[in-house]
């Protein structure tokens, strides 16, 4: 059995760590409150010299509290990367209550030169969350003289209920085969298989049907194999192929739930005049929020794509190992994983953009050539006036690393061992992996996703790592 507890607070800026920020006024920031348990515990029977069974239970219950510095609304002045903001950020208060069971069971069997696992793993996951953006008001102002008038660009507000529970059992089951075909050749060959159940909307909005479902993708197979060759004792011969399946974020499903125009309702007035507020009054929190919301023009609403389906990654791996001197063995190898129906969004509810001249400028700042750019327009055209943005939640994105590594290790008496290894790989992909951002990997253009096909933000071309590992109890 095994209890922990972590309680932690941090500033919020890319969780716990702090990187520098500019333009940001400490009324626009805050803090996050961590307060994180688990209690396990694990039961194992020899039910025969041959016959073993390994049961496990985990309850972890987790809460992270965003809490404002100031009161709303948020202003903005200038672009997001070079302009100054200050007053609640519109993602603040946001409160989110975690709750997860877990229950696994392993049984191994071993017969002979097989030694035989198969197991089932049930995971369910509760998320109570209190979120609504810019629930205060969000306004943003092209420049000084325009915040000194009050003559805003845009405001922005949320209206509805805050709080949504969203529940996703998650199911998997596995079955394997650790073979030894002879003396100095061992193989492994195993398949599992995983579902995760997302959480269906209560309400849909009567002007868009599809807000009202949330896909569901059970074919989820993944094979393994993997093999071990010693040809002689100084040498080894190792390779593995692999399909991995991972889980959707929670609040991915929650936003989608939630952010459909009825249930919660974002609402964007462009420009003084336009419906919104005198500046910087806001629309009160109580009256239309906290109630279920009447579809009114201009919402912007999350959906799923109606393909969408869980991501996977395919891993190859395959690596040589020989011993070069007493106490010293070399390795190499190479390995290749490819991500496929990675999660995107984009805003679906878009004209086919035309093009805007872009200088591009050299060093001395002399105009070296001229790129076009997709332009939408501001406003951008919608093909369904009644809303603003429609996101979309996708399954179309994809990456590929490529790795080959050389790795030295070196034993000495008493426990001592080092180890150097060097990396050079390559990551192709569309942009930042999704990890669990709610929104993220936007194209420029929607409708020529592929152009952003390119080096990943974290290629990192040369690596080199060196370990020291001292073993006292030895």
Known sequence: MNYQNLHATNVPENGFTTPTVTGMALSNNGRVQVDNGSFSAQWTATISPTLLNEARMQFAPGTERQIPNSEGPQVRIGSARTGITFGRRDVFPSTLHEK???????????????????????????????????????????????????????????????????????????????????????????LRYEFQQLDQPATSNPQFPRTGVVPQDKNNFAPRVALAWQLSPIFVVRTSYGIYYGPLPLQVNSVAKTQNGVFQNIREFRGVGAGGPVYPAVFPRGIPTMRLQTPTPGATIVVFSPDFAAPYVQQVNLEIEREVLPDVSISSGWLYTKGTRLRSNEDINLLPPGTRPVEIHDTARNISGVFNMPWFGVPASRPLSFFDQIQEFRSDNSSAYHAFFVQANKRYQRGLQFLANYTYSRLIDRGAAPGNQILCCTSENPFRPGDERGLGRRDQRHRFNFAGVWDVFR
């Open 100 to 190: 997860r069971w877990q229950w696994l069971d392993n049984l191994t069997l071993m017969r002979g030169r097989h030694e035989m696992k198969a197991g089932v793993d049930i995971h369910h996951i509760s998320d109570a969350s209190f979120s609504l953006t810019a629930i205060d008001g969000s306004y943003l102002f092209s420049n000084l003289r325009d915040f000194a008038n009050g003559r805003y660009t845009s405001y922005t507000q949320g209206f509805g209920i805050p709080e949504d529970t969203t529940v996703s059992p998650y199911y998997s089951a596995f079955i394997q085969d650790n073979f030894r075909a002879s003396s100095n050749l061992s193989v492994n060959i195993g």
